[in-house]
């Protein structure tokens, strides 16, 4: 994980700002660029259609020309998924944190070593899923499905375990998983590399030690929009609602999912006019502008520069630096992604 770094001075900080590259720390939602055969599924009939997004860090991705927009340490990842009506992300399981939060349409969640126990998120829902056990989701109803994803640590790749029938329906489509944890796909004409052998599907007894969680469990790891409670006093003013969703339980924040995911995950609502005051963190930081018109505002002595997100938008935020939002059109619903799972206390500037 991405420790903090040491903080830096003010002339320091206003070099930064004035030195940073807003335009390729910004990645509009209308300008993702996906990746159609991210993973071993893609060709599995019900998991062709998917399409995977790698937005901050290059995540778990096993095809090496997997279209990677921001590639920064930040101690965790950014992506997304996007998927029809009927399209799978097939059962797997990762060694390092898995969190979701649904944009567009209705999800259902399944999980287990037989992906038998289920439950139907919808937009603005979260859920963190436990490492150890095996996950799959699929798009029900009748609208697209696309949801943001957060990867624990700098280096996902190799954290990703297939279910075993997963592997061997990959293998007869073509698209081989090597030990390495990458692919060969046999239809475009590769072959395997000579001393790599394939990645062997899990045994009965390894399959025994995943974990089985029922509903119940699992939905301690979920916040539903609707449940999604403010905290008293984030701050000494401004005109907002913060949430504290998913982080460690050894705080003062209270968080709705208590997890030790290696990140912490807030958000900031403001109707139009409404303000987060200036504030820095120490802790590397990513937003996602989920709903509305945001401005956001980095200043620095008398450096100030400023973004628009509009819905959807992922902004990479230069660490340490001071930033305020303001609600300009609409509902604005801002998620903050911070590294640790204890960060400190924003900084009111």
């Not at 509009?310 to 801002?334: C, E, H, W």
């Amino acid at each position: 994980m991405t420790p903090s770094a040491p903080a830096l001075s003010q002339d320091e900080r206003i070099q930064l700002l004035e030195n940073y590259d807003l335009n390729h720390n910004l990645v509009r939602y209308a300008e993702l660029l996906p990746g159609k055969s991210a993973f071993i599924d893609a060709r599995t009939p019900g998991s062709h259609l998917k399409e995977n997004y790698c937005i901050v860090g290059e995540g778990v991705a096993e095809n090496p020309d997997q279209p990677v927009h921001i590639l920064d340490d930040k101690g965790f990842n950014v992506g997304a998924a996007g998927q029809p009506v009927g399209i799978k992300n097939s059962l797997h399981s990762h060694t390092s944190a898995e969190i979701f939060i649904i944009f567009r349409g209705q999800f259902r969640l399944y999980w287990g070593n037989e992906g038998i126990e289920e439950a139907v998120l919808g937009p603005g829902d979260m859920i963190s899923i436990p490492t150890n056990c095996f996950r799959g989701f699929e798009v029900v109803g009748n609208e697209y499905g696309f949801l943001f994803a957060f990867l624990g640590g700098d280096d996902s790749g190799g954290g990703v375990t297939w279910h075993p029938e997963v592997i061997r329906e990959a293998d007869s489509h073509g698209l081989i998983l090597l030990e390495n944890g990458s692919l060969v796909d046999t239809v475009a004409g590769h072959t395997m590399p000579e001393g790599v052998g394939k990645m062997p599907p899990l045994s009965e007894p390894e399959m025994a030690g995943f974990d089985n969680l029922t509903v119940t469990e699992m939905l301690t790891h979920v916040a539903l929009q609707n449940d999604h409670t403010p905290t008293d006093k984030p701050f000494s003013h401004g005109s907002f609602k913060q949430y504290n969703l998913s982080g460690s339980s050894d705080n003062d924040y209270n968080f709705h999912i208590k997890s030790q995911d290696g990140l912490c995950v807030f958000a900031y609502e403001m109707e139009k006019g409404g303000t987060v005051p200036l504030h820095r963190r120490n802790e590397p930081e990513v937003l996602i502008n989920y709903s509305g018109d945001t401005l956001l505002s980095l200043i620095e002595g008398e450096c100030q520069r400023e973004v628009l997100l509009t819905k959807g938008d992922t902004f990479n935020l230069p660490q340490g630096i001071a930033y305020s939002l303001r609600g300009l059109r609409g509902q604005s619903m801002v998620y903050s992604a911070v590294n640790g799972n204890s960060p400190a206390q924003a900084a009111v500037v």
